[in-house]
């Protein structure tokens, strides 16, 4: 089995959607679906049952899944470590981002770079799904994460911005003329939410209730990714809310966004596993500290 074929099934095996897998690693659907195929006879047997609606591993999946993770990992750990050696760098921090603004962030980057030619960065888009998976199970090193995060596991680090939240309407929302909305629209209309994690957490992106009390209720359609947002509201199936960036990298014809009025929004900030601090880390915790907010 090759590499990318390793990566398309443990990918595959993630999302559990053909369209977003070849999304995420930048091929067609059809890349993905030979991959499979190719894999399934190799083995001798269906890794995935799929129906028009749902895409699910069978026990030889789960299997192969749980003996694949560790080789790849190593894998990748292993090319990483001969490129970066080959550049004459001696490790590369890996950061994950649950929001989308990387650019926004790049004086960090760019600082830690300058500071550290020994040292390589990599940034990663992290999925809000199981958001503290990938640095749990060591893929990244680094997580931008709203807050608070209060896991025994992980330790803080400084915040990195903050930034006001907009609620997203499709744009034939009786609201979507007015100049900015309360929090007690989501207690008539409701959100849109999938998995987030800790309700603690879940309740700091967007609160259960609004400033009179009332509960905000949460429809749960299937949402793994942004694009999931933005399908279901601007299809008119309800309303999200996300970090005031989002309307600059994200602007769409069909979706208004309108600043909530009394919610104080988000705060993001550094998160790492407290066993594996590292030296890059420290450093790049000493330089968001240094530079202070610059977005």
Do not use: C
Request: net charge negative; no cysteine.
């Amino acid at each position: 089995m090759e590499l990318r074929d390793i990566e398309i099934f443990l990918t595959l095996a993630e999302e559990l959607h053909f369209g977003r897998t070849a999304e995420r690693l930048h091929v067609s659907q059809a890349r993905v679906s030979q991959a499979i195929k190719k894999q399934e006879r190799g083995v001798g047997g269906e890794l995935f049952e799929r129906n028009s609606r749902n895409v699910r591993l069978t026990l030889v999946g789960e299997q192969l899944r749980a003996e694949l993770v560790p080789v790849y990992r190593g894998l990748k750990d292993s090319l990483e470590r001969a490129r970066m050696a080959a550049q004459g760098k001696t490790h590369v921090l890996r950061v994950g981002m649950l929001p989308s603004n990387a650019h926004d962030l790049r004086p960090y980057w760019e600082t830690f770079r300058a500071r550290h030619p020994q040292w390589g960065l990599r940034i990663r888009h992290n999925p809000f799904v199981d958001a503290f998976g990938l640095l749990r199970n060591g893929d990244i090193d680094v997580l931008v994460a709203w807050l608070p995060v209060e896991e025994p596991d992980l330790t803080v680090g400084p915040v990195v911005y903050q930034e006001p939240s907009v609620v997203l309407l499709d744009a034939d929302h009786k609201l979507a003329r007015d100049k900015e909305v309360s929090l007690e629209i989501l207690g008539d209309a409701g959100i849109l939410q999938g998995p987030a994690g800790p309700d603690y957490w879940a309740d700091a992106f967007m609160p259960f209730h609004t400033p009179s009390g009332r509960p905000i209720e949460r429809h749960a359609p299937h949402i793994a990714s942004l694009d999931d947002i933005f399908t279901h509201v601007a299809s008119g199936e309800g309303l999200h809310a996300l970090g005031l960036h989002v309307t600059r990298y994200h602007a769409r014809p069909d979706i208004v966004y309108l600043p909530i009025r009394d919610w104080p929004g988000l705060r993001w900030g550094l998160v790492w596993r407290s066993e594996a601090e590292t030296d890059p880390i420290r450093a790049l915790a000493k330089v968001v500290r240094d530079l202070g907010t610059v977005v």
